[in-house]
């Protein structure tokens, strides 16, 4: 009995630790890390990259993220939401400035500073974080007069870039206050992320305050980031064991040996980052308001309404994701709307010219930011508003030249025609013009038969004469077409008024035609 009872407790004792092996093995982290790029300007397209392999990260159970960095920088508002979703991530991010030569300039030194863990390449570089806006300057008060203080404090700022161990101090902003504000705001909020993930707040303020920028290696040493790495898998290898905090709890990173899968972005984020573009948008919204104004005048045409009301919509998509001013998304729509009016309406160039006028400012507001990725391109204005300048100047030619030409529709059309006469009796008779049957009126003597001139259209019934007089009816029409009444020594009749269809006088010399006539048909 003793013997069963000791083995049973041998058989217990070595189950037991294999299943306690079992259940560490189960609970241990992933072996794999999630890697993506970030190159270019940071935009819409960025967040959207950003987002969606956090996500994927964490669905994964991925030990960490790698985001390895190459921009100029980018747009405020995509910065900002990038960030909050590192600082809110459960999984751990390493930014990695890299390649060699790349950097981390203005929105990408916010990123680094947020990240769990800042690394970069040999040869990189990261700064230059001071807000600047592409419209040319802030559109508040005056400047400052303070060119003497700003060149010493950048002499200060080189001094102090030189001995690693100095402190930066703040150096008075100049500018308006709207400059002022943008710039302080930047530099409270890098302060905090780096006070958040225990880096460098001085030299933080002054990349903002001074656009101050640092290679790798001094960055390393001044505590900007945490290390220098040659690549992907020297950089894990040197993050395995470090402490980061991860929410509100401390994470010791287990990186050694993880197994790198680089994540592509998908065509959704191809894209947006495509569309994202105020340029594109811009040309978008201007096909978009042509092809629904061209269906309107031409109900039933339907691919102008279709490719109109498609590129419309892909153009109010595109300026969505971007932070735009919608008082110049209005401006661009009135400038274009007017320019279209001006083609069908004698404004005489008044509304042509509003429309540009409207459309440039439109243009010039619409966006701000600091990146040229993301600004107006002023020769794609120019051309915008030349062709659209063109295409109503083309149309009111076209307008002047029809107004000179000859009618070729309606009763006036029939001016200078000619008819056979069926039947005649006391001035007035039947004739067939163009196959169809007319009440006819004539001073002169007609005989069936005969061919005669329309010189004159009134209702349902025509003035008609001999082709010789209606020769000279047809030649006394103005040169735009409208018909005038014929002399009176040609024989030609006025044109009938609403209540008399026939001459009431006739002329002397009519009754000595008829029997010429009658004894030449005889």
């Given at each position: 009995?003793?013997?069963?009872?000791?083995?049973?407790g041998?058989?217990?004792?070595?189950?037991?630790?294999?299943?306690?092996?079992?259940?560490?093995?189960?609970?241990?982290?992933?072996?794999?890390?999630?890697?993506?790029d970030?190159?270019?300007a940071?935009?819409?397209?960025?967040?959207?990259?950003?987002?969606?392999?956090?996500?994927?990260?964490q669905?994964?159970?991925?030990?960490?993220?790698v985001?390895?960095l190459?921009?100029?920088?980018?747009l405020?508002?995509?910065?900002?939401?990038?960030?909050?979703?590192?600082?809110?991530?459960?999984?751990?991010?390493?930014?990695?400035?890299?390649?060699?030569?790349?950097r981390?300039?203005?929105?990408?030194?916010?990123?680094?500073?947020?990240?769990?863990?800042?690394?970069?390449?040999?040869?990189?570089?990261?700064?230059?974080?001071?807000?600047?806006?592409?419209?040319?300057?802030?559109?508040?008060?005056?400047?400052?007069?303070d060119?003497?203080?700003?060149?010493?404090?950048?002499?200060?700022?080189?001094?102090?870039?030189?001995?690693?161990?100095?402190?930066?101090t703040?150096?008075?902003?100049?500018?308006s206050a709207?400059?002022?504000?943008?710039?302080?705001?930047?530099?409270?909020y890098?302060?905090?992320?780096?006070?958040?993930?225990?880096?460098s707040?001085?030299?933080?303020?002054?990349?903002?305050?001074?656009?101050?920028?640092?290679?790798?290696?001094?960055?390393?040493?001044?505590?900007?980031?945490?290390?220098?790495?040659?690549?992907?898998?020297?950089?894990?290898?040197?993050?395995?064991?470090?402490?980061?905090m991860?929410?509100?709890?401390?994470?010791?990173?287990?990186?050694?040996d993880?197994?790198?899968?680089?994540?592509?972005?998908?065509?959704?984020?191809k894209?947006?980052?495509?569309?994202?573009?105020?340029?594109?948008a811009?040309?978008?919204?201007?096909?978009?308001?042509?092809?629904?104004?061209?269906?309107?005048?031409?109900?039933?045409?339907?691919?102008?309404?279709?490719?109109?009301?498609i590129s419309?919509?892909?153009?109010?998509?595109?300026?969505?994701?971007?932070?735009?001013?919608y008082?110049?998304?209005?401006?661009?729509?009135?400038?274009?709307?007017?320019?279209?009016?001006?083609?069908?309406?004698?404004?005489?160039g008044?509304?042509?010219?509003g429309?540009?006028?409207?459309?440039?400012?439109?243009?010039?507001?619409?966006?701000?930011?600091?990146?040229?990725?993301?600004?107006?391109?002023?020769?794609?204005?120019?051309?915008?508003?030349?062709?659209?300048?063109?295409?109503?100047?083309?149309?009111?030619?076209?307008?002047?030249?029809?107004?000179?030409?000859?009618?070729?529709?309606?009763?006036?059309a029939?001016?200078?025609?000619t008819?056979?006469?069926l039947?005649?009796?006391?001035?007035?008779?039947?004739?067939?013009?163009?196959?169809?049957?007319?009440?006819?009126?004539?001073p002169?003597?007609?005989?069936?038969?005969?061919?005669?001139r329309?010189?004159?259209?009134?209702?349902?019934?025509?003035?008609?004469?001999?082709?010789?007089?209606?020769?000279?009816?047809?030649?006394?029409r103005?040169?735009?077409?409208?018909?005038?009444d014929?002399?009176?020594?040609?024989?030609?009749?006025?044109?009938p008024?609403?209540?008399?269809?026939a001459p009431?006088?006739?002329?002397?010399?009519?009754?000595?035609?008829?029997?010429?006539?009658?004894?030449?048909?005889?």
């Amino acid at each position: 009995m003793i013997c069963v009872l000791a083995l049973l407790g041998a058989l217990l004792g070595g189950a037991v630790p294999g299943a306690a092996h079992a259940q560490d093995a189960k609970g241990a982290a992933p072996r794999i890390a999630l890697q993506i790029d970030l190159q270019g300007a940071i935009g819409p397209a960025s967040v959207d990259h950003v987002l969606r392999a956090l996500a994927k990260a964490q669905q994964r159970q991925a030990a960490v993220l790698v985001l390895r960095l190459d921009t100029p920088g980018g747009l405020d508002t995509s910065m900002r939401e990038i960030v909050r979703a590192i600082v809110a991530s459960p999984v751990p991010v390493l930014a990695y400035v890299a390649p060699s030569g790349a950097r981390a300039a203005s929105a990408g030194t916010f990123i680094l500073y947020a990240s769990h863990v800042a690394a970069m390449a040999p040869g990189t570089n990261l700064g230059a974080a001071t807000p600047i806006s592409i419209g040319g300057g802030w559109p508040n008060a005056p400047r400052e007069r303070d060119d003497e203080r700003s060149g010493r404090a950048a002499e200060r700022s080189g001094e102090r870039a030189a001995e690693p161990g100095a402190a930066p101090t703040a150096a008075p902003v100049p500018g308006s206050a709207g400059e002022r504000k943008a710039v302080n705001d930047a530099v409270a909020y890098l302060r905090a992320l780096a006070e958040l993930r225990g880096r460098s707040a001085d030299w933080a303020e002054a990349a903002v305050r001074e656009a101050a920028s640092l290679p790798a290696s001094q960055a390393q040493t001044r505590g900007v980031i945490d290390l220098v790495a040659r690549s992907v898998d020297d950089l894990l290898q040197q993050a395995d064991g470090r402490v980061v905090m991860v929410g509100d709890a401390k994470l010791s990173l287990q990186t050694r040996d993880l197994v790198v899968e680089h994540l592509e972005a998908d065509w959704r984020t191809k894209l947006l980052g495509t569309l994202a573009n105020p340029n594109l948008a811009m040309i978008l919204m201007m096909i978009g308001i042509y092809g629904l104004v061209f269906e309107f005048m031409n109900p039933g045409a339907l691919l102008p309404g279709t490719v109109g009301a498609i590129s419309l919509l892909v153009a109010l998509y595109a300026l969505s994701a971007l932070p735009v001013n919608y008082a110049g998304v209005l401006l661009i729509a009135l400038g274009i709307g007017m320019m279209v009016a001006e083609a069908f309406t004698a404004s005489l160039g008044v509304l042509g010219i509003g429309g540009a006028v409207a459309f440039i400012i439109g243009a010039t507001i619409l966006i701000d930011a600091d990146l040229p990725e993301f600004a107006v391109s002023w020769p794609l204005a120019g051309t915008m508003v030349g062709a659209a300048l063109l295409l109503t100047a083309m149309v009111l030619r076209a307008g002047w030249q029809a107004r000179r030409h000859r009618v070729v529709s309606g009763p006036e059309a029939m001016l200078g025609g000619t008819a056979r006469v069926l039947s005649w009796q006391g001035g007035r008779g039947h004739v067939l013009a163009d196959g169809v049957r007319w009440q006819a009126t004539s001073p002169a003597p007609l005989a069936a038969g005969q061919m005669v001139r329309i010189v004159a259209v009134h209702d349902l019934t025509l003035a008609v004469a001999s082709d010789g007089a209606g020769d000279d009816a047809v030649a006394a029409r103005s040169p735009d077409g409208q018909r005038t009444d014929p002399a009176p020594d040609r024989g030609v009749p006025p044109m009938p008024g609403p209540d008399t269809v026939a001459p009431t006088r006739a002329r002397p010399q009519a009754p000595s035609a008829a029997p010429h006539t009658d004894s030449a048909r005889s």
